[in-house]
């Protein structure tokens, strides 16, 4: 569940900024929510104290608590990952947003082609999002967090799964049928005993049905069941 924090207090703004979450949003498979403030209070930040991934959209100029001020409190929350944009009406300020180092992700001016430039920052955001998102778990004993863009593919062994990435192989005990749950939509099916990344997909012979992956590596697990599947998937 991606969280977005639309901290806004034009109401007709806070209406922009929600039609471009959806309209960025609905076609994929991505559960989110959008919560809205026009002010700070309790609620916004105990949300800022929540896990999960979230990105921030905020107007510098709420009365009560600007948004550079809820963006200092965001970092100094310990969060440095989630993607914070900054909207403002006064372009003089955004030399001092940068001052700041907060690691903005872009200051927005409400009247240069606003929504446009908003869709393509959230776009972004979400590829932040999705390079951070991590599989978590155990085997042996041995705790195992792998950043999901690191994995080339997964194969079932047994009741167990290997996961291979880039550099290193791994055993799980999450079976090959529950893995999917803890995947994202870049992952698909090649075959019925292979999830590979589409992400880390460099070329796809089709006539041999042999796929190589960014690093060189390859695999002939390609099944006529799966291909053109894969092949939409890819193109699209």
Known sequence: ???FVVYEDNISMQDKIMTNINKVMLPSEN????????????????????????IYILDIE??????????????????????II?????????????????MILDIISK??????????NIEIALAI??????????YNKIHYIIDLSDILFITPLERKTIIT???NEYLSNI???????????????????????????????????IIIFTNGKKIDLLTLKYKKGLREYVTN
């Open 165 to 167: 990435t880039k550099d």
């Open 1 to 3: 569940m991606i969280k």
């Open 86 to 102: 900054i909207s403002t009406a006064h372009e003089d300020l955004s030399a001092r947003a940068f001052r700041l180092r907060l």
């Open 31 to 54: 559960e989110y929510r959008i919560d809205k403030f026009i002010n700070y209070d309790t609620n916004l930040k105990k949300l800022i104290l929540e896990d999960g991934p979230k």
């Open 175 to 209: 079976s090959f049928s529950d893995i999917l749950e803890h995947l994202d939509s870049r992952f698909i099916k090649t075959h019925r005993s292979c999830i590979v990344n589409s992400k880390q997909i460099k070329s796809i012979d089709y006539k041999d049905n």
């Open 62 to 83: 709420v009365p009560n608590k600007s948004g550079l001020d809820l963006a200092r409190e965001i970092r100094e929350s310990g969060d440095w990952v989630s993607p």
């Open 129 to 138: 999002i999705d390079c951070r998102k991590k599989l978590i778990f155990e």
């Open 111 to 120: 009247f240069d082609n606003y929504e446009v430039i908003l869709k393509e």
